[in-house]
């Protein structure tokens, strides 16, 4: 599956802006209208990501993120601020408050998408450091039909969903995903439970207990 990306600035061409080109460029997409949304939408979903804004309604970028660090499975989230304060001593805040990387506005989403490929990847190889610990725990898992899928988090969240009878906008709407993402998901599910529509889908899920 894709990496997730959560897109947070209250500005709405900005993050149509920025979620159209990530999604051209393969990753799964969450949004987020301001500060207070986002730290909801990271504590739920946990994406592998986190673009935002600083100047926001309710919670700005600052808070946001020092409130994410305070979560232990969430201290190592890469995190991209994106603002027009490009005062030195702003930006040493914004570093001070957790974020990683620090890019001023107006910039090139070509540049954002080459700092956030950079951070997945160191991303990735701090957490191939902590894999291994896991092993332990593979009989049990195997006993799981969810673990045999390999199903993420998001695809059983889409999954309970589709199982309401809910429409890839639907299904959008509560997840804070697009249309398109949602879509990318299902054909997933359609992969790994070697079904080819929605009905099998469910009838799939329901035999298996993958949904309550």
Not at 60 to 70: A, H, I, T, W
Not at 158 to 174: D, F, Q, W
Request: aromatic residues 6%.
């Amino acid at each position: 599956m894709p990496f997730t990306i959560l897109v947070t600035d209250d500005d709405l061409g900005t993050r149509l802006a920025i979620s159209d080109y990530l999604e051209m460029s393969g990753y799964s997409v969450l949004t987020a209208s301001d500060g207070q949304e986002a730290l909801a939408v990271v504590e739920a979903y946990h994406p592998d990501l986190m673009v935002t804004d600083i100047v926001m309604p309710r919670l700005n970028g600052y808070e946001l993120v020092k409130r994410v660090r305070q979560h232990p499975a969430l201290r190592l989230l890469p995190v991209i601020f994106l603002t027009s304060r490009n005062k030195t001593e702003e930006r040493i805040q914004g570093y001070q408050a957790g974020g990683d990387i620090y890019l001023p506005k107006p910039f090139e989403l070509v540049e954002l998408g080459a700092a956030i490929c950079s951070l997945l990847e160191r991303s990735h190889r701090i957490s191939g450091y902590y894999l291994s610990s896991e092993d332990s725990h593979s009989l049990h898992n195997a006993e799981n039909p969810q673990s045999l899928l390999n199903l993420s988090p998001r695809e059983r969240d889409v999954l309970v969903l589709l199982t309401h009878g809910l429409s890839n906008a639907e299904i959008g709407t509560r997840l804070h995903l697009s249309p398109r993402t949602v879509e990318k998901y299902v054909s997933s599910l359609f992969r790994k439970t070697e079904t080819s529509n929605r009905a099998e889908l469910v009838g799939f899920a329901m035999k298996h207990r993958l949904v309550q």
